[in-house]
């Protein structure tokens, strides 16, 4: 940890731009809208800081304003499974959120970032009062049930290139991270981080990837040229 204040006490009101980029408050009413910009808080984590950690009680549904976070979790033998990234844009646990249960998985900033939550007790209000809030949340928990499904997959592939190249299809998911657009902000050893391969082998990869024509690396990132190939292509 680069600061001896936690996370928590860390937290502060979020800017206009910061607002901005949260995609769920462009569909509630003004006054949901108002009762939301009012109770949210964003903190500055630094790479190494925990937003979740497993165990702990829901107490905030968080969003990613900028950076990068990884969801994962450790089984009995100590081997960590890596369930997602989490690019801008991308909000999360509103499942562990809904059933006010604690984590069942770390939440770990890999860069500085910005992380913004919304008061457990702020969540419930809008499925309670906001169509459109209730909406924006069920297209999440289906969005994500795929994702870990996927991710359940992409843990057993043996193949490094077609890991990878899963792994990044997941990043570059509209629903889940609307703030990633068609450049992805990642450097070779944070993707290796949520691969589970070493950076050397992500390189490799990446390169054939690049070779076949379906992403370009570029200073600072990813962009995607054919997200369908990322998606279903064999190795």
Known sequence: MSTDLTLHQRRRLPTTDELNSIPWLALLRPEERARAVESLLVGDAAAGDYVC??????????????????????????????????????????????????????????????????????????????????????????????????????????????????SLAALFNPVLYPGVGDILRITQQELAYLVGLSRQRVNESLRTLEAQGTIRVEYGGLRVLDIAALRCSTF
């Open 53 to 166: 950690r497993v165990g702990k009680p829901v107490t905030y549904w968080f969003g990613v304003i900028e950076g990068l976070l990884k969801m994962s979790s450790d089984n009995a033998q100590g081997l960590t499974m890596t369930f997602a990234g989490l690019p801008p844009g991308g909000w999360f646990g509103e499942g562990t959120t809904l059933k006010r249960e604690p984590y069942r998985y770390n939440i770990q900033a890999l860069r500085k970032s910005v992380v913004a939550g919304l008061p457990i007790e702020s969540f419930h209000w809008l499925l309670d009062h906001s169509i459109g809030f209730n909406r924006f949340v069920m297209n999440q928990l289906n969005e994500r049930l795929g994702q870990f499904i996927s991710a359940r997959e992409i843990d057993r592939m043996n193949n490094p290139d077609l890991r990878v190249s899963r």
